[in-house]
Nanobody, 116 residues
Framework: QVQLVESGGGLVQPGGSLRLSCAASGRIFGINDMAWYRQAPGKQRDFVGSITSGARTNYADSVKGRFTISRDNAINTVYLQMNSLKPEDTAAYYC??????????WGQGTQVTVSS
């Protein structure tokens, strides 16, 4: 089996930055796309951005120019660098990975709160 563990969430002031990490562990036989989603209270889970195994990225319009996704294939980890944070970025952030052997899996989520 495999699992994803996110870290790096917390409370930050508007305009600040945070870096989220998501590490995959277990019997990994390769990962295709990795992605970040977020879910605010009472709302649906929304796409934030994704990255292929070859490092091609795609972002939601709401975060373009502020967020950057990267990954380290050697340690099966994906990152989300979030800059110029706004109160509307407040949400639980979830990592998703498409494992070659096991298919799609979600992490448990990490809370990001942007408030003064």
């Amino acid at each position: 089996q495999v699992q994803l563990v996110e870290s790096g969430g917390g409370l930050v002031q508007p305009g600040g930055s945070l870096r989220l990490s998501c590490a995959a562990s277990g019997r990994i036989f390769g990962i295709n796309d990795m992605a970040w989603y977020r879910q605010a209270p009472g709302k649906q889970r929304d796409f934030v951005g994704s990255i292929t195994s070859g490092a091609r990225t795609n972002y939601a319009d709401s975060v373009k120019g502020r967020f950057t996704i990267s990954r380290d294939n050697a340690i099966n980890t994906v990152y989300l660098q979030m800059n110029s944070l706004k109160p509307e970025d407040t949400a639980a952030y979830y990592c998703h990975a498409d494992f070659k052997l096991f298919g799609g899996r979600w992490g448990q989520g990490t809370q990001v709160t942007v408030s003064s």
